[in-house]
């Protein structure tokens, strides 16, 4: 049974694949060079459909986060977060540390994690 998560189209699923093996990457445009995260299949800067896959910034900074009680994949309770990366924009992801030991500003590392029912995801957590 396919357990990743609902593809939207083939972007998503070369991004989750790529997570699988460790590579934490998104589309850059071939014609205009912007880089989007999400990753696109057509550019939303000059609708070109030519992309590279590119690295993402393996470190950034924490700008929100919260804890749900109630999780669907991940154990409960489950933390989350939006993670600034430098060029990027914010992503929203897991936080691997507890609640009560996070701060606004502080930095993060990008790590891959499976959850439960065996989907590799992307998460950070507080660099030492
Ligand atoms: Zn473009």
Known sequence: MDTRPYMQDRAAE??????????????????????????RIVCPACLGEDMEWVDLPREGTLVAFTQQSDAIRCRRPDVLGLVELEGIGNVITRIDAPFE???????????????????????FRPLE
């Open 14 to 39: 070369e991004f989750f694949s790529r997570l699988e093996r460790g590579s934490f990457q998104t589309t850059r445009c071939l014609a205009c060079g912007e880089t989007h995260y999400p990753p």
């Open 101 to 123: 030991e996070l701060r606004i500003g502080i930095q993060v590392a990008f790590a891959t994690w499976t959850s439960p029912d065996g989907v590799a995801l992307h998460q």
